[in-house]
């Protein structure tokens, strides 16, 4: 078992060396055999960890778990490095892509009559629907301002009206029944126009947010 280990950890050591080729792009560098190599010695590192998987098994019981921990170190390096490769490939493709389009574009012969076919038009309308929301809610918070100013002005009025008639109230001998089912009554429209207030408020803040 240990021979196996140290053989592949000195794979893992090797793949690593490869990747730091891969990465200084040195000229006339086969990139594609280092790649197969780095794909090939992965694969063998992962053959060898399933194999030392068993021979922990087989092993004496005391060093099982000293074992275990050494083959699962050697998983992680091999999921690291494969990993790697991948993210090195898709920076390739992408790499490869942009150049590509790069070239088309370079390659390309425009005149007075080629057809471009800028995404202009999307963006305007895009921008022309956000100033339409902008201008819905500006209008909905005008409007919800305006009905906050009735409000208070009918608070007011109300009030204006609650101290005439306690004053005619007072003048014309009112019992204090009276007087409190008045007062009763200035309190219940108190909590109306509150509630009013309230729900206008709420509605604006809900239209905001689903414009927004």
Not at 97 to 120: G, P, Y
Request: hydrophobic fraction near 40%; include cysteine.
């Amino acid at each position: 078992m240990e021979s196996l280990y140290h053989q592949t950890n000195k794979l893992v050591q090797e793949t690593q060396h490869l990747f730091s080729f891969l990465e200084k792009k040195t000229p006339n560098l086969d990139v594609q055999e280092i790649e197969e190599s780095i794909e090939s010695k992965i694969s063998l590192i992962n053959s060898n960890c399933e194999r030392l998987d068993v021979l922990c098994l087989k092993g004496p019981i005391y060093q099982r778990q000293n074992a275990k921990m050494r083959v699962d170190q050697l998983k992680y390096d091999s999921r690291h490095l494969a990993a790697a490769l991948n993210s090195w490939r898709g920076k390739m493709i992408r790499k490869q892509r942009e150049e590509a389009e790069r070239e088309a574009l370079l390659s390309r012969q425009f005149t007075t009559n080629d057809h471009v076919d800028i995404m202009i038009d999307h963006n305007v309308q895009h921008n022309s629907s956000l100033k339409n929301a902008v201008n819905g809610v500006d209008d909905l918070l005008q409007s919800g301002s305006n009905i906050l100013d009735n409000l208070r002005s009918q608070r007011i009025t109300l009030k204006g009206a609650h101290k005439k008639l306690i004053d005619i109230g007072n003048t014309l001998g009112l019992s204090n029944t009276t007087m409190r089912l008045i007062e009763h009554r200035a309190k219940q429209d108190g909590f109306i126009l509150v509630g009013g207030m309230i729900f206008t408020l709420l509605v604006i803040v809900l239209v905001i947010i689903y414009l927004a």
